[in-house]
């Protein structure tokens, strides 16, 4: 498993050094280990009859249809289903978190633990288990890391049957497949605004608005309780519903404001939201009509509780869910005073309260921070709402007595109000104190392996450094960097290949050709470059890098040592062995004279070059290598260190390579183990080995388990890294290439078929890894019997093989032959002769960029 050593980012250490040839981690990601008798544990330990987390029950009406649609798919079993599963999707505000509520109170009879769970994101899934694992195991739970106790979570509900999840607001389906795809021994519920993504094989129910009458029977029930409305008062109450579209958020929101309000009437009423729409012109039907209601609610609230506004509109600004009444009380302000304005705010149906954290809807928090135009000479109330959240957020991180520096449980906390205030930004808007927090947070979400959420927080800070220091400053050139470095990360090059090369030029007008941070960008584009497939760009790159680190730093300087270990690896990754195998030797004899025999630099060099041997198919030299590297691996950074460990794993996999699966297998199981518990569950490598160890299984003529484990594998990679990361794309290939191993040709093909696309989307049409989707599919229905097809994609796969990697290179000379033996079973078929099958394709080795 070979990937660069990549450039030293300036400054922001989130950014670190990349892995080089070895895999050396310039920032380990470190998680807690369960201990024996918790893994255990999950299996043991029961639930309460009844235990669930349901928020109280709100009124629903109407809806039957849908309710029985919800629990005919859920209880129902198709053929080869386990764990059934169910969509509800809609505007905001249409009433499917009611639906999903009122479906769990009404059969919780049914079910042995319900469990709602916020899901706009990952990181809000994740906590959402934890409350689950506290839960069940209070006192082990207090003492436990944020990763173990997701993982307890998940083994408890892997073990334990007749549950039920719900997970609500979800804004991209892919983060529940690690969930969805992992758990099957209940039921899924989801609630989401997103109409598309959804799997093909999962039902969905489109939810609309309500009907006149089950409207106007909602009003009547939350305006007149108990007592029955005259035949005059359910007219003028089916005339308001009309008026607001019979949509169930604004009956619920005016409903509520009647209640409080009894002295106002229906038409009233309905003459004040007529009075307040020339005023808000604005955005959706829907959020105008909201924006009506909320004018005179709040209006009303202003005489009533002038706080309970204030605090609206600070909540508008920050995380939806989950957040704390302490995040919303000021300094100097009395916590009763803030807990009354919350249930004045409750009342009126605009938040939803635990009585320690309040949620607000997404489509309220959407329209409070767009600017109403209210004719009042006051700043507007929005950006004082802005003011107030950035301010509390920032209160909220100050150091605890004593301590320099925030708790990991402030962190925790508060990332997500960040990331919501970064993603909320108003134009030309900026705080300095905003932006250092910003960063940090996103090192966080970077350790963490949540590293496209860094993407918003990254974004703001380059717009504010763009603004306060100029467009070319040298802290806005780090800033803009890091965003690149994000995009990259996230699998977007399509953005961080243009922000690396404006970068780049900037940096070179402003600090010098040669300046380090000049150096560190030219080697990242470089890197970038090399991950879209560009090779001949990213080749020239390097050598440029590697000459002007000669001539400024020196032939045997360590960051000159590095540019020469990437070049070789990009020579290396074009096939050129020729050129790879004496620059990766020249490197490793400088580094130990340099370094030292043992630094962990000569190290990854050591093990690069055991790599490049083994492409070069001396695998005696590579497992010779592989096996030095270790030792000396384990003796000077330790037994689970992140770079033994990726020692550790290659040499398993050269074993693999030669056959000897007996060592293989027992090698990738325990690096397996060491990583997951070192690293985490999701980080990357552990993905790797994760796949690693399924080609083993699948080598090994175990397919039982192989495949399961490349399922697995996919679902925590489009969860970790996106649907279309390049890792992603690895991924979904090799599940692909073990479902054609196992003869299950009409799975293979479409998953082939389906990588291929995106690649040539994500990668391009002629980038290697492209070239091997195409190929594998070329095969695939050449396995089927589809020979036209197949030779159709073989010609055209050889001929950009040639084009972009060469006429000798190995996959170009697979390509001719694949093509060859297909033209001949052609041939033989046309000829009613028999024809010899089709060669195995060479499987690819799994890698962080392979």
Same mark, same amino acid.
């Given at each position: ?12 250490? +989130? ?31 029961? +639930? ?17 249809? *849908? ?124 609630? %989401? ?32 309780? *108990? ?70 609610? #709040? ?10 506004? *204030? ?95 925030? @708790? ?221 590297? #270790? ?15 990726? %020692? ?86 090799? #599940? ?71 006429? @000798? ?40 960029? *392979?």
């Amino acid at each position: 498993m070979s990937s660069d050593e990549g450039a030293p980012r300036p400054r922001i250490e +989130a950014a670190g050094q990349r892995s080089i040839a070895a895999e050396q981690i310039g920032n380990a990601y470190t998680g807690d280990v369960l201990p024996a008798e918790a893994l255990h544990a999950p299996g043991k330990v029961t +639930a309460a009859p009844g235990t669930s987390n349901l928020p109280p029950i709100a009124l629903c009406l109407g809806r039957e249809d *849908e309710m029985s649609w919800l629990r005919r798919i859920l209880t129902s079993r198709h053929e080869g289903a386990i764990a059934q599963s169910g969509t509800v999707h809609g505007l905001g505000g249409i009433g499917k978190s009611t639906l999903a509520l009122h479906y769990a109170h009404r059969h919780r009879g049914d079910y042995a633990l319900i469990w709602w769970i916020n899901a706009a994101s990952p990181d809000e899934i994740e906590t959402s288990l934890i409350g689950l694992t506290h839960t069940l195991v209070p006192s082990w739970a207090t003492m436990a890391s944020r990763k173990a106790q997701v993982a307890w979570a998940m083994q408890w509900l892997a073990w334990h049957p007749d549950w039920l999840l719900i997970y609500d607001n979800v804004e991209n389906p892919d983060d529940l497949t690690p969930y969805t795809g992992a758990l099957h021994q209940g039921h899924h519920l989801t609630t %989401s605004r997103r109409t598309t993504g959804w799997p093909d094989s999962a039902p969905t129910l489109t939810l609309g608005n309500l009907d006149p009458d089950d409207a106007t029977l909602l009003l009547c029930q939350l305006v007149f309780k *108990e007592t029955s409305p005259t035949p005059r008062e359910q007219a003028k109450a089916r005339s308001l519903v009309a008026e607001l579209g019979y949509f169930p958020l604004a009956i619920k929101q005016a409903g509520a404001y009647l209640a409080q309000n009894r002295g106002i009437s229906l038409d009233t009423y309905r003459r004040r939201l007529d009075t307040k729409l020339a005023k808000t012109a604005h955005g959706t039907d829907t959020e105008r009509t909201l924006a009506r209601i909320w004018n005179v609610t #709040l209006h009303t609230m202003e005489r009533a509780d002038p706080l309970a506004v *204030e605090v609206l509109y600070t909540a508008a600004w920050l995380a939806p869910d989950d957040i704390p009444h302490n995040l919303l009380t000021p300094p100097g302000t009395d916590p009763d005073d803030i807990a009354e304005a919350v249930g004045t705010l409750a009342a009126y149906s605009m938040v939803t309260d635990t009585g320690t954290t309040l949620s607000v809807h997404r489509l309220v928090q959407t329209v409070l921070r767009t600017q109403q135009s209210t004719g009042d000479t006051q700043p507007l109330r929005h950006l004082q709402g802005r003011d107030r959240a950035e301010q509390t957020v920032l209160h909220s991180l100050t150091p605890p007595p004593g301590q320099d520096t925030s @708790t990991e449980d402030q962190w925790d906390t508060l990332v997500p109000h960040l990331v919501a205030l970064a993603a909320t930004t108003p134009p030309a808007h900026h705080n300095a104190s905003l932006a250092n927090a910003y960063e940090t947070a996103a090192y966080r979400l970077y350790k963490q392996g949540h590293t496209a959420r860094t993407i918003p927080l990254y974004e703001a800070t380059v717009a504010q450094s763009e603004q306060v220091l100029g467009d070319t400053h040298p802290d806005t050139l780090v800033s803009r960097h890091n965003l690149a470095s994000a995009y990259q990360e996230a699998g977007d090059l399509a953005r961080a290949i243009p922000l690396y090369e404006a970068t780049l030029a900037q940096s070179e007008q402003v600090l010098g050709d040669t300046h380090p941070n000049t150096l560190a960008s030219r080697h990242s584009l470089a890197y970038a470059y090399k991950e879209a497939g560009a090779l001949g760009r990213a080749i020239s790159l390097y050598e440029a890098t590697l000459a002007q680190s000669e001539q400024v730093l020196g032939n045997t300087h360590p960051q000159t040592l590095l540019s020469r270990n990437n070049l070789a690896y990009a020579y290396k990754a074009a096939g050129d062995l020729a050129r790879a195998i004496p620059l990766y030797e020249a490197t490793l004899v400088q580094r130990e004279q340099v370094l030292g025999d043992t630094h962990p630099n000569t190290l990854a060099s050591r093990h690069s070059l055991a790599g490049v041997y083994e492409a070069a198919g001396d695998l005696e030299r590579a497992i010779s290598l592989y096996e030095a590297t #270790l030792a000396q691996s384990e003796q000077v950074l330790g037994d689970t260190h992140p770079q033994t460990l990726v %020692s550790r794993h290659d040499f398993a996999y050269a074993y693999k390579e030669a056959g000897d699966l007996g060592r293989a297998i027992p090698l990738l199981e325990t690096v397996l183990v060491q990583r997951e518990q070192v690293l985490g569950d999701t980080h990357p490598h552990t993905l790797v080995s994760r796949s690693s160890l399924a080609s083993a299984y699948e080598a090994a003529g175990d397919l039982e388990r192989a495949i399961p484990l490349y399922e697995a594998t996919l679902a925590q990679s489009e969860q970790v890294l996106g649907n279309t990361h390049p890792q992603t794309l690895v991924s979904r290939h090799n #599940l692909a290439y073990a479902h054609q191993t196992a003869g299950d040709l009409e799975r293979a093909i479409s998953l082939y078929e389906a990588t291929l696309a995106q690649s040539e989307q994500v990668l391009g049409d002629t980038h290697p890894r492209t070239l091997v989707s195409r190929h594998h599919l070329a095969g695939a229905y050449e396995a089927a019997g589809d020979l036209e097809r197949a030779i159709s994609l073989y010609e055209a796969t050889l001929a950009q093989s040639e084009q972009v990697l060469g006429d @000798t290179h190995p996959r170009t000379l697979a390509s001719r032959h694949h093509l060859a033996n297909a033209c001949r079973q052609a041939e033989a078929v046309q000829h009613g002769s028999t024809a010899t099958s089709a060669p195995k394709a060479v499987r690819q080795k799994p890698s962080t960029t *392979e």
